[in-house]
């Protein structure tokens, strides 16, 4: 007899379920059924179409977040969430990216003076930015200022090519006044 496990298929993608609690002790008591309810798939997985050991699960103040790489298949995953405590928000999302992205412009420069100012892809992405994220955080840095946005959604960042998908190509390679970092809540 020959005993085959499924994987996920060439159609998976990561996903990530945010949920957010009234508190920080329901979001731990809906964290701690999750960690229950990945031992029992453990011990069951071909129930599921991805591994309970590639699964990760963050807690975060009353905000539990859950990733893994599948076909999408986490009802069981996001009935845990609900029934465990009742959350405020659970969000689903796919290829989840959260980045601070930031560029150095020169010290009182405003993001309408930018438009004209910088150069059109420049002025484009700092309108996708502000229209997205909000206004920046400025932080003063001598003769210039470094404008920060914090961007939590589908994937717009490739690592790969350096480059930010805002509705066009943004590529960073040559532009040594942007950055976007990877961070968590």
């Not at 059924?33 to 997985?45: G, N």
Request: charged content about 30%.
């Amino acid at each position: 007899m020959h005993v085959f496990k499924f994987r996920p298929s060439s159609h998976s993608e990561d996903f990530t379920i945010i949920a957010r609690y009234q508190n920080e002790e329901e979001a731990k008591r809906a964290y701690d059924a999750l960690r229950k309810l990945i031992d029992y798939l453990r011990k069951h997985e071909e129930k599921i179409d991805w591994s309970p050991d590639e699964a990760k699960i963050w807690i975060n103040g009353n905000k539990i977040r859950f990733d893994v790489y599948t076909a999408g298949y986490l009802d069981d995953v996001e009935s845990v969430m609900r029934t465990a405590a009742n959350p405020d928000s659970v969000e689903w999302w796919t290829n989840y990216q959260q980045l601070e992205i930031s560029v150095r412009v020169p010290h009182g420069l405003t993001p309408q003076a930018a438009m004209i100012v910088l150069d059109k892809e420049e002025a484009q992405a700092i309108r996708w930015l502000v229209e997205n994220c909000g206004e920046p955080k400025v932080t003063e840095l001598g003769n210039q200022d470094k404008w920060s946005w914090i961007y939590r959604g589908e994937n717009i960042y490739s690592y790969n090519n350096d480059t930010l998908y805002l509705g066009f190509e943004f590529s960073l390679e040559s532009r040594k006044n942007w950055l976007v970092e990877e961070v968590e809540d």
